[in-house]
């Protein structure tokens, strides 16, 4: 006696329930959930530039010495590296797409601090410098501007901070949604 088992469309029915909203949106708000952990803990990177998504116990690069002393007179020093405002960690957003969840920022210095880079210094940004010099609260925060409007070179080299990133218990986690999904298809 023999069974035929119809093992491609066994498959088919289960990977279905991965590519239902439910899942999806599931992955997702946990995936934003271990970003905004990483800027609490100040960075979980691999530390490996050519895998800037992959997640890791690499804290983030410290920020350089005059800005922290800047951050540190208006009192954010405590808030930790790219929490100035907080305003890149609150624009973290995701959305469903046709394969599955897209993760990201709309905010255009985001790539900078995921990627590292070089910013180029034009006239307009001294003269924004200026501006925040002249409208400082402290006196650390009008030498950091003075200084940055001042500075030599035409270039800021900004180092890498991958924020959007990805753990290792954040796949294993979004494995047991996938079975819990999977088994409710059942």
């Given at each position: ?39 609490q803990l100040g960075g979980r990177t691999s530390g490996d530039i050519a895998r800037p998504f992959d997640g890791g ?41 046709a394969t599955g969840i897209e993760l990201g920022t709309n905010l255009t210095y985001a790539a900078i601090h995921q ?72």
């Amino acid at each position: 006696m023999a069974t035929e088992l119809d093992l491609q469309g066994w498959l088919q029915a289960r990977a279905a329930a991965l590519h239902k909203p439910a899942f999806l949106k599931s992955s997702a708000e946990l995936i934003v959930s271990s970003v905004i952990r990483s800027f609490q803990l100040g960075g979980r990177t691999s530390g490996d530039i050519a895998r800037p998504f992959d997640g890791g116990t690499v804290k983030w690069r410290p920020v350089n010495t005059a800005y922290g002393i800047m951050k540190a007179k208006n009192g954010k020093a405590a808030d930790g590296i790219l929490l100035y405002t907080g305003r890149l960690r609150n624009s973290v957003q995701w959305q469903i797409t046709a394969t599955g969840i897209e993760l990201g920022t709309n905010l255009t210095y985001a790539a900078i601090h995921q990627f590292g880079g070089e910013v180029t210094i034009t006239p307009r940004s001294r003269s924004y410098f200026r501006f925040r010099a002249a409208t400082a609260k402290t006196k650390e925060e009008v030498s950091f501007w003075i200084g940055m409007s001042r500075k030599r070179g035409n270039t800021i080299r900004m180092p890498a901070r991958p924020f959007l990133t990805i753990q290792a218990e954040d796949i294993e986690d979004i494995q047991d949604i996938a079975i819990r999904h999977i088994d409710a298809e059942s």
